[in-house]
């Protein structure tokens, strides 16, 4: 503490104004220079190094020499300092990287993050940012992807990570470190994402991003945190059994049930729930994870936000969907704990409005959500009350909510028709294209929830209830269509074979088989 203190002392030394302020205007300058790049060849950067490497052999011998002495060293730390400030000029200059990592000077910068003045591991964090910065190394993907390798090699993730558990966001200084030791990790995580499993492999990120989240009160460190953690968990099943096994469901779940009956503060507090929700959904990828969930009583609470109306509620949705996709037991629990007339409530267009919800694509994506829901209902629930349940909320009303289906139907078929319309015609301006991207295209324009709005149809019709019967059939009579035109969306759905992921591939062949088989028997019965 005491070292740290001289530093910052010597920092902004109150007798000597003019050192500071010289060395602070010419630092400036050469980074405001147009000519910064040619000022920086291999030349400079050598001197840097060899400099930089000259201060850290006096600040080691100095320590060893009078370790109880700190002022005996105290000057020594302020040069070293001094250095790696110098160093951040290098970033002017990426295309120098690989001499850096030639020089062997990452090894050194690197050592530094486990220095005993936090001070000096903080200088190298900025510097770290610094040189990874996004703006920095775009356009320059060579020379960005030997740092990084040289950094990975160089343990720069157990470091920073080490580093990060020592800092406090008490302190001023050491909460701007935190904020830039997880904006380094994202920076390496995009010039190679392998990186995003090696830090949870190799590290304790995972569980101190955990801890962050957990904390009550919102700053923007916990904003960052919530989004590395997103981040890290987005395209990782890893990473998602990993937290997983940590508590990291029930931890996400805490953190996002302190907005179940208010709103965020600010767009800032309101990014970060969206993170926190993001977290997670992916987080309910994995099976097991799904099983936490509502162990957890996840379900409950999404129905609880949804019943609040509050800012999360779209989230809530989005949520309860992920966990009740190909998994029955979260199926039987929203039917067990009342989710029915909440989620049928906003199906029917119920939701709250507010200035973000009055958006066109919010509402939309609002609807997919919940088509999808009702179609994992179906899909989950196969027999005895709970699909009574189900099928009675078709038929209140006058069945109102088929009305509703097939008004979703139309729209969502007009939507595919009129783009298939526009692929042929691009294919008749010969713009080539393959299946795989027209499908793409398909499904972005909505075929995706125009499949499943036909799978629900079909369940409807399966479960031979007259009134319901009926009401299909006059509306498609209404709109000029007949059950072979359902029969054929199905049918796309099974022989598309680009879709093969959204019908049970990814849970293997057996699971893909009994997908295709619910299906077909569908089609059998219209």
């Not at 190394?137 to 740092?147: M, S, T, V």
């Not at 929700?277 to 129905?303: Q, S, T, Y």
């Not at 949705?317 to 190909?326: C, E, G, N, V």
Request: glycine share 2%; charged share 35%.
């Amino acid at each position: 503490m005491e070292v740290s203190n001289a530093l910052k002392r010597k920092r902004y030394d109150g007798e000597n104004p003019m050192e500071a302020e010289v060395d602070l205007s010419l630092l400036e300058a050469v980074e405001k220079s147009q000519n910064a790049v040619e000022l920086l060849d291999l030349r400079t950067l050598k001197k840097l190094v060899l400099s930089f490497e000259r201060r850290l052999k006096e600040n080691i011998e100095a320590r060893l020499k009078y370790p109880d002495q700190p002022e005996r060293f105290a000057d020594s730390e302020v040069e070293l300092h001094e250095e790696l400030e110098k160093l951040k000029i290098l970033a002017g200059a990426p295309e120098l990287y690989p001499e850096l990592v030639n020089l062997n000077a990452i090894p050194s910068i690197l050592n530094l993050l486990s220095h005993d003045n936090t001070d000096i591991a903080i200088d190298v964090v900025h510097l770290l940012e610094d040189l990874t910065d996004e703006d920095v190394l775009e356009d320059n993907d060579e020379p960005a992807r030997i740092l990084v390798d040289s950094l990975i090699e160089n343990n720069v993730l157990e470091l920073l990570v080490q580093n990060l558990q020592r800092l406090s966001d008490e302190d001023p200084d050491e909460m701007s470190a935190i904020y830039n030791t997880l904006a380094s990790i994202e920076n390496m995580i995009e010039v190679k994402p392998a990186v995003a499993e090696l830090v949870c492999e190799r590290t304790k990120l995972l569980r101190w991003l955990l801890g962050k989240i957990k904390v009550r009160e919102f700053d923007s460190n916990k904003q960052y945190a919530s989004e590395i953690l997103a981040i890290l968990l987005q395209n990782s099943p890893a990473n998602q059994k990993r937290l997983g096994q940590m508590n990291g469901v029930d931890v996400v779940l805490q953190a996002v049930a302190m907005y179940k009956s208010k709103d965020p503060k600010t767009s800032d507090e309101e990014e970060m729930l969206e993170n926190l929700f993001d977290c997670l959904c992916c987080l309910l990828m994995p099976l097991e994870n799904k099983e936490r969930f509502v162990k957890a009583e996840g379900v409950e609470l999404m129905i609880i936000i949804m019943k609040q109306k509050k800012s999360a509620y779209a989230s809530a949705i989005r949520a309860l969907d992920f966990s009740m996709t190909k998994y029955p037991p979260a199926c039987e629990r929203f039917v067990d704990v009342l989710g029915l007339k909440t989620a049928f409530a906003a199906f029917m267009g119920k939701i709250p409005i507010s200035k973000k919800n009055k958006k066109e694509r919010y509402q939309e994506e609002l609807e997919e959500r919940l088509v999808s829901l009702i179609a994992s209902l179906f899909s989950g629930i196969l027999r005895g009350s709970r699909r009574e349940r189900l099928l009675s909320k078709f038929v209140e009303n006058e069945c109102e909510k088929i009305d509703r289906l097939m008004e979703l139907y139309i729209r969502y078929s007009d939507r595919v028709k009129a783009e298939t319309q526009r692929l042929e015609q691009l294919e008749l301006d010969d713009l080539e294209m393959d299946e795989e991207e027209k499908y793409n295209r398909k499904l972005e324009s909505g075929l995706y929830t125009l499949q499943l709005i036909a799978v629900i149809l079909g369940h409807l019709w399966c479960s031979e209830h007259p009134h319901m019967k009926a009401r299909i059939e006059l509306l498609l009579k209404q709109q000029k269509l007949t059950k072979k035109d359902i029969k054929d969306i199905l049918q796309y759905l099974i022989f598309a074979q680009e879709y093969h992921d959204n019908i049970g591939d990814l849970d293997g062949a057996e699971e893909k088989e009994r997908a295709q088989a619910r299906i077909q028997k569908i089609i059998s019965s219209l």
